[in-house]
């Protein structure tokens, strides 16, 4: 038997259809229409900085910006700004979940900006560097 649910994730409406399992009633014999989503979701992401606090823009010249790809603390920043980097290279460590992960290079080039320095607290998607 399928039941029809309507469920909203992040303000956004979704139509779910749910099968039940193991069910001694007949199954559906006709199909079923997929489910559509919208082709993009907005995520209201609530805002972490002070008025005293400056905000870290990225602009669209910041095209090998590395973004923080979990929320944690920097144990360690490896690179300097002008340094020369590598693809794969490892440029910091970031403790989340008292787990240290390795943040590398997406592209070789220059370090043109550090966003950020060891003992700062990061959200994610914060612009952690930027490689020119």
Known sequence: MTRNYKVTVNGTAYDVN???????S???????????????AVVPV???????EPVDVV????IGSIAAPMPGKILKVMVEQGDAVEA?????????????????ASTSGTVARVACKEGDSVNT???????A
């Not at 749910?18 to 001694?24: L, M, P, Q, Y």
């Not at 805002?47 to 005293?52: F, M």
């Not at 602009?59 to 910041?62: N, Q, T």
């Open 125 to 131: 998607g914060d612009t952690l560097l930027v490689i």
């Open 18 to 24: 749910v099968e039940e399992v193991g069910s001694t």
């Open 59 to 62: 602009s669209a010249d910041d």
């Open 26 to 40: 007949e199954k559906a014999t006709a199909p079923v229409a997929p489910v559509t989503t919208p082709s993009q």
């Open 88 to 104: 794969g290279q490892v440029l910091l460590l970031l403790e989340a979940m008292k787990m240290e992960n390795e943040i590398f």
């Open 46 to 52: 609530p805002s972490t900085t002070s008025a005293s």
